[in-house]
């Protein structure tokens, strides 16, 4: 008895290092970060040692790929096809959430290689779903394509001006990021295989919501910055200046 509590005492030890390790230098507030990053801990550890960042990264940027053909092949054959798209958002999650978190794992970070490379990609991805939705739907139906993408822009600039005023980053929206993001959307495909036409509605309704989370996010964002900027002014005045020197001739 006492040697598999021994066992779990470590594996849990050795659980909770793995996650603070892949942790580093993100804030997690989203409503699924508990089972995901349990999820990353779990894997970055089973992961391949040929396998690098880069090519994770890359994977993850050939499942918004499927995704987008995905729209296509829908729009050309049959709706079923947008299983592929559910399918793509898998792939992409793998890709997109493990690249950093095995950088970290292996002790081989590049924070601002990576940060740079992970923003672009997630920008081109946005801009594939937005298109494939705009490819798949007709008429002014459309217009719903060009607001995911503008909604979901807004939101990562937004996530980039929180870094810059607060010194810390968060992918997160208050309690919606990515991987919920994902969820959601998937949903939205898997609901417009059973009822046709459900995608102009869902998609409408997804925009609505990143509106209104956006902009509740830019009032947050506005605050901390003004907060900032009186507490740097009330530090500089708490400055006290350096008593000058007399120099004698």
């Not at 470590?10 to 508990?34: A, D, P, Q, V, W």
């Not at 990053?37 to 550890?45: H, I, R, T």
């Not at 923003?119 to 060009?146: C, H, M, P, Q, R």
């Not at 902009?215 to 400055?239: G, H």
């Amino acid at each position: 008895m006492r040697n598999i509590k021994k066992m779990k005492n470590h594996k849990k030890r050795e659980y909770f290092e793995i996650l603070n390790t892949i942790s580093k230098g993100r804030h997690r507030t989203n409503i699924l970060k508990k089972p995901e990053q349990s999820a990353l801990a779990f894997l970055v550890k089973h992961i391949p040692g040929w396998v690098t960042s880069d090519m994770l990264t890359f994977f993850g940027f050939c499942g918004s790929l499927l995704t987008a053909a995905s729209f296509v092949m829908a729009a050309y054959w049959n709706s079923l096809y947008l299983l592929l798209g559910v399918l793509g958002f898998i792939i992409n999650w793998f890709g997109d959430s493990l690249d950093g978190r095995l950088a970290y794992y292996r002790n081989k970070p590049r924070k601002w290689y990576g940060f740079s490379l992970d923003i672009t990609v997630d920008w081109f991805t946005t801009l594939l779903i937005g298109s494939g939705y705009a490819f798949y739907t007709e008429g002014f139906v459309k217009f719903f394509g060009v607001a995911f993408v503008v909604m979901y822009g807004w939101a990562m600039i937004t996530t980039l001006m929180r870094y810059k005023v607060t010194d810390q980053y968060s992918i997160d929206t208050g309690i919606l990021g990515p991987t919920e993001v994902r969820v959601v959307v998937s949903l939205i495909l898997l609901a417009e295989i059973f009822i046709r036409d459900s995608i102009i509605y869902t998609g409408a309704l997804a925009c609505i919501v990143l509106l209104v989370v956006n902009v509740i996010s830019t009032i947050e964002l506005l605050i901390l910055a003004d907060k900032r900027d009186k507490d740097e002014k009330e530090s500089k005045k708490n400055q006290t200046p350096a008593p000058k020197q007399e120099v004698n001739l």
